[in-house]
């Protein structure tokens, strides 16, 4: 099945810092997802990519799918202690099923 | 986005007896269900697809046997674990996609089996 590497396990930054996290896959995916975990939590769906090159954006986070649709990031501009949480990107397979990255926990010092 | 309830948030049971856990899709129609596990600080492990009318479709290395989920309704999935032991406490959680491919997930079952 395919696989998907996230990278970093762990961040931590000051408040005001940027963030990214990195997803990459030696297949070709036909979509990738983002998904947002606060600690306790469930994970909540962020967004979802499926064109090449695609860049979409939500506020202070910016997602996007590369080229060649094997890699994928999730940039967070000037950080808040709200962006607290581990995020996941994941691959969907046929019949929905999703494949998960091992997540980036991000900590943010205020 | 769609709404997905899951019950109980938490349980603590016994070793040797079992627990059921329901996922509710409240505002759509699921036909499919997915159940993971999730042990702490880690990523989100795909148990089974849960497929409504019909048997669920186990990852490898997960016990049917032990973990038996029933998807009798459009709307309600169940995963019941049996026997249940210390090594099966951990974090389960379901989900359910909508049409475009986005899954939404319940708030997840913090089980401890003492």
């Known amino acids: 099945g395919q696989q998907v590497m996230q990278i970093p396990q762990y961040q931590h930054v000051q408040e005001g810092e940027d963030f990214t996290t990195y997803c990459n896959s030696s297949?070709?995916?036909?979509?990738i997802q983002w998904y947002k975990q606060r600690p306790g939590g469930h994970p909540v769906f962020l967004i979802q990519l499926v064109k090449s090159g695609e860049v979409k954006k939500q506020k202070r986070l910016t997602f996007q799918f590369g080229e060649a649709k094997k890699n994928s990031s999730l940039h967070i501009t000037a950080t808040q202690t709200t962006d607290v949480g581990t995020y996941f990107c994941?691959?969907?397979?046929?019949?929905?099923?999703?494949?998960f990255g091992k997540g980036t926990l991000l900590t943010v010092n205020p | 986005g769609a709404v997905v309830s899951q019950h109980p948030s938490w349980v603590i049971c016994k070793s040797g007896t079992s627990v059921k856990i329901e996922c509710r899709s409240l505002?759509?129609?699921?036909?499919?269900m997915f159940w993971y596990r999730q042990f702490p600080k880690q990523s989100l492990m795909l148990m089974a697809t849960s497929n409504e009318g019909s048997k669920a479709t186990y990852e490898q290395g997960v016990e049917k046997d032990k973990f038996l989920i029933n998807h009798a309704s459009l709307t309600l999935s169940t995963l019941t674990v049996t026997s249940a032991h210390p090594e099966d406490s951990s974090f389960y959680i379901c989900?359910?996609?909508?049409?475009?491919?986005?899954?939404?997930f319940g708030q997840g079952t913090r089980l401890t089996v003492v």
């Open positions: 505002d759509f129609q699921a036909t499919t």
């Open positions: 297949t070709t995916l036909s979509n």
């Open positions: 994941a691959a969907r397979g046929s019949n929905y099923k999703l494949t």
């Open positions: 989900s359910a996609s909508d049409l475009l491919g986005a899954a939404f």
